[in-house]
Structure formats: structure tokens, C-alpha cells
């Protein structure tokens, strides 16, 4: 192991260190990560949440500056958690693809991430492999190519004239260095010209060793050819994207372009020349972001109330919402010839200016991960999300693996869920195995050492061109009982996309902590002192519901700038009984509540493209919905780009209900954002939004006006 990789652990553990110290807590955010790959068709973009979704569709369908990625987030497999507008994801560097940055929009309503090029760029858009990633495949960006045949050989510059008798110091070592530049030039043209590509690499690598000189770019395009001539494709492709990241606006991008669009995509013969071989330097890179925003709320409500045929009306006007949310979002990577590491950190720290209520600081990811790049292994340490294998949620721990899943990889992981519930935190050990489409779990559970889950599993991906299928079967042997069982996937069908999902689970997911609802204590230790162990998990079972699910939807292109899409939903909720434990006062009393019925709701949605300007995006959709209440909304969005930076998105939401009782719900929410990107680093934007609520039920009328505004900074870096 290098001296390098052991400087780079040693950063990492004393990094996480510190961050957990400063930190209490961590936040339900739905992005997780993104990541670039780079395969034969162009730039795979894994974008990962930290939750189940299911991929709905996406518009504009294959060019523009702004994406639209519509999801539906699939609930009770992890937290419940509400998940938040605003959070934002960079892209990694890359020269190859215009940057870009992942936005969540719209949780409550239609839920999607908006992805926004620097640059207009070419793509196309699929669900990942398992339920929680999105892939975008971006074409590299197009440059001028050469008419004539690539050169077999560089071209070497003349050699400068020996600096002058009254050249400093440092001019006198800038010439020293390029004379030896150039030395190790010349020595790489002829190795190359001898079909000696080993001795080729070697010398190209000592000059890139060397401080920056005139031959340090030139170094960098040839000893991508060295590698490629040696037939270390994989390897030629590290170099030649570097080279693109470094120098994208110089004329020899072109040729790099060309020779990495002409690589197979076959990985390189390994043990070539791997000892004689001068290793690579360690790179490392830094990226991330700092944010800042404001919010700020304030409704007033009218109330009038109707007792004994007596009228009386009351208003009240009051700051509901003011508070600076600061976000921390900081990848370190690091990459030589046989490792690839990376150290994330994510925070949100909420500071509260109104009265009686306090701040927060949540850690999101604080993790240290190493994996090989030449043996199939990786190693992640902290805090993180879970990858499946029936770990319900993001947790404080150890993960890994070895091996290749197409033939059988094996997987470990140990730790304590973050999921704040009041309590003390569950603790689990499980495993895994790939191999091919599947894979199989054990997982293991304990709270305040009482089991609380003891499950099986096992999970099928299916991933071809447009169709994709997953599916996944959770079942404990402790409760003796299928804890979830889904199958989802899409289809190209019709001349568009038909996406579907069945779903039958336990709400919440199989746990004894379930038991704590209703109780007046959250220690499960509590309970015992005067409960068995199996009347605890009956009371467990007593306190969960089943909830079955299923879905189907169509979204097809129309004409050149539309798409029309839609779904049903039929959804049932089983209601619980009354529970109470004898002689355990500890326990309380869950009420009973009635099951849901069977709830139906269908939505409609249109979307356009370059209606007035290009770049603009125009969205309607409505949904009617049936069951505990009747309702319907209506739903209008506009996205246009100006000049120089300039966005603005407009919405406004109209929504009617009728619920069991007679009350009637009308709402109106109109909203608009403006944003202005400054050098593709400062990020500046403002909303305001006006909500109107009105409800009319048989005893009470209520009139909510609320005043929302907000505006924060971004800084990518």
C-alpha cells in the first residue's frame, strides 16, 4: 500500500473525526450522489437518492440547457420523512461534458430533479439499475476534428537558448526544467517510434513528475497515446480526459477528442508492463459547494365560528417562518494507478429567529471510501446511505465489498440507523452476495438489546436499452411476515414510455420499536421490565398496517416540441384496532383507525419545449383523486432562460377537496423565482410565493393568507 494511499486514510479518519464532533444530527435530503463514468455511448451520469424512487419520465427529451427528471418516491421501505425543495448536487469535473448541477423541485406536488447544464448539451435519460438511481447519459461535447490522419509522433519544440548572465534565479531554474523536459521528450518520440510504448510511458511520466514547463501539456496527450499503443485502453482514457479537463480550449483538444471517441471501450490486458512501469502520480480533486438562504413566512388567519347559532370571527397575524439554512457539500477524490478514494461531507445548519425555537445542525454524509481500481473491492467508513441489502435508511458505520457482480461479489455491512426517532438508535449486521440480476440478503437488528429485526431478502434488476425491471422480496422471520414485496420497471411501448409499479408492505416497516406508538415512554427497555418478549412483538404487529399499491402510466412525445403523459393509482391502507397491554401502563393506548378504502387517482400532464424561446420549458397537469377525501388540482409551470445567466421559473397551483366530514379545501398558490448564474461559480436567487386557503366546514370558516419569500447564495467550487 503507497505512501500516498496511507496519507490519504489518515486524512480521512481525522477529517470524520472532527466533523462528527461538530455536528448532532443529520437531515432528509433526497440526493445522495453523482458520479460520472465514462462509457462507449458517452459520459454516464449516476445520479443516486438516498431513498426508494420510481423514474415517471423526462422532458426535454434529448438536448437543452435545462433537464426535467420526473419521480415518484416510493414510501415506507425507509423514513417517512418529508423531503426537501432546494437541495443541490455538482457535478464532478469533467472535461469532456458541460458542468452541471442537480436540483430537487417540487416534493410536494410532482416531484423531479432539474438538471442544469453550463452549456447545452445531448442526452438520454434511464432509470438505474436498482430504485434509487437515475442515469443521464451525456454525449461529449462536439469539437472540430482534424481532416487529415492523427501524427504517429509528436512535435518536439526547438530547444530555447541558455538563459541570459543576468537571469535570476528563478528564470535560471525555469530553463533547467525545461531542458530536462525536453530531454524526456525527445526520449518518449523515439521509444514510441521504436514500438517501445512501455519505455514511452515511463519517460512521458517522469516529465509530468517534473514542475510545470513548455512540454507539460504536450506530456500529458502522449503518454495517453503510450498507453493506448500498449493497449491499456482504460488507462489512455483517464489521460486523455484529463488532458480535456485541463486544456478543453486548446487546438490539440481536438485530436484528443478523436482518439478518445476511438478507443473499443475494452478494458486494458492487466500485468502488461505493471512492474517496470513508473507508476502514476496521485491526483487529487476538490469540488463541492457553499450555501446560504433566507426564509422568511407570515400568514394571516380569519377564523369564524358558529356555536349556538352565534356567529364570532377572530384574526390573527403572525411570523410564521424565519430562519438562515447554511449548506456544506465537500467531495475530496483521490486517484492513482491502483486506488480510487474519496472523502464526502454534507451539512445543514438551520439557525431559528423566532421566538422559543431553536437551530439545528444535521450531518447528511461524513464518509471515507477507498476502492481498487485494478481488484474489484471497496471500503466505506461514516456516515452514509444505505445501498439495499436491507439496511432501511441512512446509518452510522461500515460498509464493503469484493468482487466482480456479474460473476459474485460479496458484501458486508455494520452500523447504527440515523434515523432520530426518540430512543436509542437500532443496531445491525448483515450481508449480502451478487451475482448477476440478483441479489440475496441477511440482515440482523437490535434495539437496547431486544431483536427488532431479523430479515431475509432478496432483490432481481433487469437492464436493457429502454426496458428496466426490478423487483424485491423483504420477509422477517421474526414477525413471520413479508415486511415489502415490489416490483416496478418501464418499458418502450406505444412509441413512448410505459413505467409501472406494484407494491404491497408493512406501514411502517416491521419493527418492534413499532410497539412505542401510543406509549408514554421511548425505551423499549421500558416495556420489558413488565411484557414477554413476544407480547412486545404482538403489540408491535398490533400497531402496523398493510398497505397494497398499484400503478401504471404512459408518457409519449407529440408533435416535435410536446409530450403527454399520465397514470392511475389505485391505493389501500388497512386501519388498525384499538391495542393496550394489561398491566403495562407504559404502553398506552393506540386508538383505532379506521383502513383508507380504496383510494383511486388519476393525473394528466402536458409539456412543451422552445414555445416562444429557446430554452423555455411550459408544463399543465391535473389529477383527480377518490376515496377517504374527493379532490382535484391543477397545476401550471413555466422555466424560461434570458440572456447573461438570467432564469425565471413561475408556478401556480389551484386545489379543491371534499373530505368525509363535508369540510371543503380550496387552495391557490401562485409562486415565482428568479436566478442569476455568474462565471458557472456564483449562484444568485430569489422566490416570493402567495398562498390562499380557504375552508368551509359545517360549524367553522377559515380564511389563511400566507406571504412566503426567500432568496439565498451559492458557491461552487
Known sequence: MSRNLFSWIYRSISGLVLLFAAACSASAQPLDDVSLEFQDQGVVATIRLTGPVRYVSHFPESHGNTLEIFYERVKGATSDEPWVDGEVRNSPPSGLIPSFTVTTRDQKTKPKLVVEFAREAEYSVAPGKDNRTLLVTIRPQKRPVSTGALPLLPTIKPEAAAPAATATAEQTTIAETNKQARALMVQGRDALAAKNNEAAVEAFNKLLLLPPNDFTQDAQEWVGVARERADQKERAKIEYELYLRLYRDDEGAARVAQ???????????????????????????????????????????????????????????????????????????????????????????????????????????AYGEIKGR???????????????????GRFDGLAGSYGNPEDMRYNAVAGSLADYSQGSKPRFVGASVDKGPFSFYGINQTVDGTLDRRALGTEWRYFE??????????????????????????????????????????????????????????????????????????????????????????????????????????????????????????????????????EKAVTLQLIGSG?????DIWSASTSFSSGVATGNSIYFYNHSQFVSGWMMD????????????????????PMVRGSYRLKEQIFLDVDGGLELTNYSGPQVTTKTTRYSLSGGVRWDF
Open 259 to 365: 482518439r478518445l471517441a476511438g478507443l473499443s471501450g475494452q478494458g486494458a490486458d492487466q500485468g502488461i508492463v505493471e512492474t517496470a512501469e513508473k507508476k502514476q502520480q496521485a491526483r487529487w480533486t476538490t469540488f463541492g459547494s457553499l450555501s446560504s438562504r433566507y426564509y422568511y413566512g407570515k400568514s394571516k388567519i380569519e377564523s369564524t365560528q358558529v356555536f349556538n347559532g352565534v356567529s364570532e370571527t377572530t384574526s390573527t397575524s403572525l411570523t410564521d417562518q424565519s430562519m438562515l439554512i447554511t449548506s456544506v457539500d465537500a467531495s475530496e477524490r483521490y486517484v492513482s494507478d491502483e486506488y480510487d478514494g474519496r472523502l464526502v461531507f454534507r451539512d445543514v445548519n438551520t439557525k431559528n429567529f423566532l421566538a422559543n425555537q431553536s437551530g439545528q445542525n444535521r450531518v447528511y454524509s
Open 374 to 392: 485494478t481488484q474489484d473491492y471497496l471500503l466505506r467508513v461514516g456516515r452514509q446511505s444505505s445501498y439495499g441489502g436491507g439496511v432501511l
Open 465 to 598: 436499452d429502454k426496458n428496466t425491471a426490478y423487483a424485491l422480496l423483504d420477509y422477517d422471520t421474526y414477525f413471520r411476515a413479508v415486511n415489502a414485496a415490489q416490483f416496478m420497471g418501464t418499458l418502450g411501448a406505444l412509441g413512448g414510455t410505459v413505467n409501472f409499479m406494484v407494491d404491497h408492505r408493512k406501514t411502517p416497516s416491521l419493527s418492534i420499536r413499532t410497539a412505542l406508538n401510543g406509549a408514554t415512554t421511548s425505551s423499549i427497555n421500558d416495556l420489558l421490565q413488565t411484557m414477554s418478549a413476544s407480547s412486545l412483538r404482538d403489540l408491535a404487529l398490533a400497531r402496523t398496517a398493510t398497505s397494497n399499491m398499484g400503478q401504471l402510466g404512459l408518457t409519449v412525445p407529440w408533435r416535435d416540441k410536446w409530450q403527454v403523459g399520465g397514470d392511475v393509482r389505485l391505493s389501500n391502507t388497512t386501519g388498525l384496532t384499538a391495542s393496550s397491554v394489561p398491566g403495562t401502563p407504559a404502553a398506552g393506548t393506540q386508538p383505532a383507525l379506521p383502513g383508507r378504502g380504496t
Open 611 to 615: 414555445l416562444y424561446r429557446e430554452g
Open 650 to 669: 413561475a408556478s401556480l397551483q389551484l386545489y379543491n377537496q371534499k373530505d368525509q366530514l363535508g369540510g371543503t379545501t380550496k387552495r391557490t398558490y
